[in-house]
């Protein structure tokens, strides 16, 4: 199949010329969605049992990360655990019950994320025990976009399953589908049929929560006109919300050696992401951010993501389980990411904490940045001014300069915002705000890989 295969919108040599010189040094691989920093960018400091300070205010957004799932895409880059028997999940869940331990009791939850890993890779006993440890230790926050959400798959979710997100308040359920094409799902190793996705869809739409389903464009194999009819098979089944994601391949990822030698292609990106755009909002959706889409007329519009973070750019999150990252105050934590040692340290008492991120000034500037601008929100100038004391320019003067003159954001004197091809590569945007030496640390790892790329084109 040729990887370089038509896509309907082609920028013309020049734009794309333009846009390249506007971009040039910025790193092309993230290992997240680059508004998410320094997670897309995690160049953390080893610091074994380091100790969390306990959470300041009223307010806590909750991570829990379950590792599990029944096999491992070769796209994934995440903190996983592949065939666990129950009782290694049965002490893991423990191990959660123990370190959720740490909040002081009635702490008012914002928001809870249940990620992985497959969180109903879990037999739904133990998911429910681990929804109840959080319901028992947390109070409902009174906002009105306070809607938790649970990660699952086709092959994994159940009725059963189904049932205790409602005991425990769960409002809505993201799954990732990432295509309904079986030949192109067996090329990343994904073990799941377009039947048994489309029976899971059913379950979830009917079941009343909000639902959301990830699909993936840019995958070995895959056409243009296969992300459409994803799209169309699924939106009949009345799904309200879709996160489109491109491919993001890192040195960590075995799906670069499937891809072979094509590269990064700013002109294929651009197309792609006209496309897919176009392709969704032809069926109704509403490109909320970046990479979702929503049907404003449904129940996906009373979800949002809060944030994690006050008004001092001080965070409150915290993440429990393997690798979870905890943002407290100004200092990001993250627990070990090796399965055993992290059940071992919470069963003896030790911190759970292997690395940690102290924010300096350079790190929260980006991290507004990425807020606003890499979050699809237009940037105040006023706000930047006054978070930080000085105009944005005398931080970024030459980043805002040259994406002007690549034509990638718009800039009235009181607000910068992307233009429409800067919304087309919103993640490289955000990548110019980043610090040097994150940028450095990037690159570093752009060149472990044999082919480094933040979006694969088909191939």
């Not at 969390?52 to 491992?72: A, F, K, M, S, T």
């Not at 404003?296 to 965070?315: I, K, N, Q």
């Not at 300069?401 to 004197?413: E, K, N, Q, S, T």
């Amino acid at each position: 199949m040729n990887s370089l295969e038509p896509i309907a919108f082609e920028p013309d040599r020049a734009r794309v010329a333009r846009v390249g010189r506007a971009l040039a040094g910025v790193p092309r691989a993230a290992y997240s969605v680059p508004h998410v920093y320094p997670s897309a960018a995690p160049a953390f400091e080893q610091a074994p049992m380091a100790e969390r300070p306990q959470l300041l205010g009223d307010e806590l957004r909750l991570y829990v990360h379950i590792p599990y799932c029944r096999y491992r895409c070769t796209f994934c880059y995440f903190a996983v655990r592949v065939g666990a028997g129950h009782d290694a999940m049965a002490r893991y869940v423990a191990a959660l019950e123990q370190e959720l331990d740490w909040l002081p009791p009635g702490k008012g939850l914002s928001q809870l994320f249940v990620g992985g890993g497959t969180p109903t890779a879990l037999p739904p006993e133990l998911l429910e025990r681990v929804l109840a440890a959080v319901q028992a230790r947390t109070t409902r926050h009174p906002d009105k976009a306070n809607v938790h959400t649970i990660e699952t798959s086709p092959e994994t979710i159940s009725t059963e399953h189904v049932d205790a997100f409602r005991r425990h308040g769960v409002g809505r359920v993201s799954m990732g589908v990432q295509s309904l094409d079986e030949e192109v799902l067996d090329t990343v190793h994904r073990d799941q049929t377009a039947l048994g996705a489309i029976e899971a869809c059913e379950l979830l739409v009917d079941s009343g929560l909000i639902v959301n389903i990830d699909l993936i464009y840019g995958l070995p194999g895959q056409k243009p006109a296969d992300v459409r009819s994803d799209l169309e098979r699924l939106a009949r089944l009345g799904v309200p919300s879709f996160t489109l994601y491109s491919l993001r391949v890192t040195e960590r990822t075995s799906v670069r050696h499937r891809l072979g030698d094509d590269r990064f292609d700013l002109a294929r990106l651009m197309s792609w992401r006209a496309f897919v755009k176009q392709a969704a909002e032809d069926l109704g959706y509403t490109q909320t951010r970046w990479h979702t889409f929503k049907r404003l007329d449904t129940v996906a519009s009373r979800h949002e993501r809060l944030p994690c973070f006050d008004d001092d750019m001080r965070g409150y999150q915290l993440g429990v389980g393997m690798s979870a990252r905890s943002h407290l105050g100004r200092t990001v934590y993250r627990n070990h990411e090796i399965h055993d040692r992290y059940v071992d340290r919470i069963e003896t008492g030790q911190s759970p904490v292997e690395q940690v991120f102290p924010l300096a000034e350079e790190d929260l500037m980006t991290q507004f940045v990425a807020r606003s601008l890499g979050d699809g929100r237009p940037l105040a100038r006023a706000g930047y001014e006054a978070t930080f004391g000085r105009p944005i320019d005398a931080d970024f003067g030459d980043v805002l300069a040259r994406l002007r003159d690549g034509g990638l954001v718009v800039d009235d004197g009181e607000v910068i915002a992307l233009s429409d091809g800067g919304a087309l590569l919103y993640d490289l945007v955000t990548l110019a705000f980043y610090p040097e030496r994150a940028r450095a640390w990037l690159a570093e790892r752009e060149e472990k890989a044999s082919f480094i790329t933040l979006t694969a084109v088909p191939g």
